[in-house]
Every structure is written in C-alpha cells, then in structure tokens.
C-alpha cells in the first residue's frame, strides 16, 4: 500500500482496559472515528501510544489488529526499542504482518553521536524495503538528526523518503527544504507549530489532539495548506489544547481530553499516573473553555 506522506496520520494512544491490558476492541473503534472523520493513515507504538510500555507481543497485536481492521488505509508504526537488534525484529514483523512503512526512531533511554545513531536507524532503514520515515524529536528522545545528517541519510537510502520533524524550530523545515528539496516529505510532530510548520513547506501532520478532536484537525491541516483565511480563527481556538502535546505528561493530558469528549479513558500505563489535583483541575478548565466555544468547521 501506498503512504501518501501527507495530511493527518493521528499518533494514536494505547486504550488500556481497567485491568492494564490493551484494549483491542476500543483500538479499533477509537481508531476508526479518527478515519471517518478524514485522518488519512495511523502510526501507532510512538510516545503518545507508550510504545515503550508495551511488550513485543503486544506491539505485535497492536499491529495485526489494526492492519486486519483497517485494509484500506496504512499503518505506519513507531519502531523504537532499547537495542538495535530488537528494532529490527520489530520492523521485520511489523512488515511480515502488513504494515505500510515505518516510522524510524533512536533507541529509547541511549543518546550518543552521529556515528552510533546512524548506525542505529540505518540498521532498521535497512530491515526492510518498505518505506521509512524519519522520527526527529531531540527534545524527548535527546538525538537531533539536524537536517545535513538527514541529507546524508537520503543519499544513501531510496526507502528514507519522509522525516517527522519535533525539534520545534520552524527553521528546520525551511532548511530541509533548502537541502533536500522535495527529496523528504516533511511531516511536523508538534502539535502547536502545525500552521507555521507548513507555511514552511510542511506537508503533513503526525497529530496528537486528533485523538479527540479529529475533524477539527483534518480543517487545521486542510486550511493552513490552503491558505484558507479561516485557519487563523481555528488555530487561536486550537492552540490551548494543541499545547496540551507540549509537555512531560501529554499522554496523561491527551486521555484526559478524550475521555471528556466520550471517546477513551484517562488510564495510563506506569510509571505515568492519571492526573490529579490542581494538575488535573487546570486542564479540565482548559478542556471545558475549549468544548463551550467549539467551532463549527463543518
């Protein structure tokens, strides 16, 4: 299956049931609103999914359930693992089971130099002909692949066609265009520079609050590539609740916003807790203000 590469792929959460399991049924539901309402692909097993809590069997049926339910549309999973050895078994599988292409990130909890990190997702760009996208997010992960390594990169791979970019620096879009071209299609991982990030020359979105609010983000990325003098409007609307993707506990605060618009549970996978307190009552107000002026986007 071809990735388009572009538009809203929702960076989806792991449901959980009461009990801590994964909860394939809601997956699959959860999952097929964010398409009816115009997402255009799905990249499960990343941050937000707690990619890192899950184990290998469970990623495997994160996996084939989405791939049987949703022929139609592409999986792109996060592959990310503590040894390189254990990302190229996942990509392996990931491929064996159907998935369209992946999403290329630098081992968890282990940061170093270019020289080991290009090791690194060279070996999993390598496991398979699909597709790749590279994941570039140095805030969380502490490895910035700067946009002359990702030159590199396309050099030397033909299936590196894509890089998820969440330095936040608008700039880098600007540069990996200046680079590269159209060589990268260049998707923007953080939620609260989407309009900026195209207006750069970003393409498409590898989304967070689309988990709740899916329509509205489909008009967010649909508007900003248009140039349409709606976006400022929707964007203002927006920004408190994309904020909510920009911080330590966003997949704590993203359930939160889906449990209150009736599509999830706030249940986290430890270490992380639901929230509690004043940390919960000032996102609830956030969520609250949000959903009393909610726009009509059609």
């Known amino acids: 299956m071809n990735i388009p590469w572009q538009g809203v792929l929702p960076a989806i959460t792991t449901p959980f049931t009461a009990s801590g399991d994964v909860d394939y049924d809601f997956l699959v539901k959860h999952v097929g609103w964010q398409l009816e309402n115009g ?56 491929a064996d089971l159907g998935c369209a292409g992946f999403m290329v990130l630098p081992p968890y909890v282990y940061s170093t130099d270019w020289r080991e990190m290009r090791y690194h997702v060279e070996a999993v760009i390598r496991a398979t002909p699909l597709p790749c996208m590279l994941y570039n997010n140095p805030i969380a992960y502490k490895t910035d692949f700067v946009p002359e390594q990702m030159a590199e990169l396309a050099s030397l791979h033909t299936n590196l066609v894509s890089c998820k970019e969440s330095s936040a620096d608008v700039r880098r879009v600007t540069e990996i265009k200046r680079l590269l071209g159209d060589r990268l299609a260049i998707l923007v991982g953080v939620d609260d520079v989407l309009v900026e990030a195209v207006r750069n020359g970003a393409r498409g979105w590898i989304a967070g609050l689309v988990n709740a609010f899916p ?14 003098p709606r976006v400022d409007d929707l964007y203002a609307w927006f920004l408190p609740l994309l904020r909510l993707d920009t ?52």
């Open 39 to 94: 997402c255009h692909g799905v990249v499960p097993l990343g941050s937000l999914g707690e990619g890192a809590t899950l184990t290998g069997e469970e990623k495997r049926q994160i996996l084939k359930t989405l791939v049987e339910s949703f022929p139609n549309y592409p999986i792109v999973p996060g592959i990310s693992a503590l040894s390189t050895d254990e990302a190229v078994t996942l990509a392996r599988d990931a």
């Open 247 to 298: 911080v330590p506990k966003f997949v704590q605060l993203i359930k939160l916003t889906q449990a209150m618009v009736g599509m999830g549970t706030e249940t986290v996978r430890a270490p992380r807790l639901e929230l509690v307190g004043e940390e919960r009552a000032a996102a609830v107000a956030v969520i609250e203000h949000a959903l009393a002026n909610r726009p009509d986007v059609g």
């Open 215 to 228: 329509r509205e983000s489909v008009r967010l990325w649909e508007w900003a590539l248009a140039n349409d």
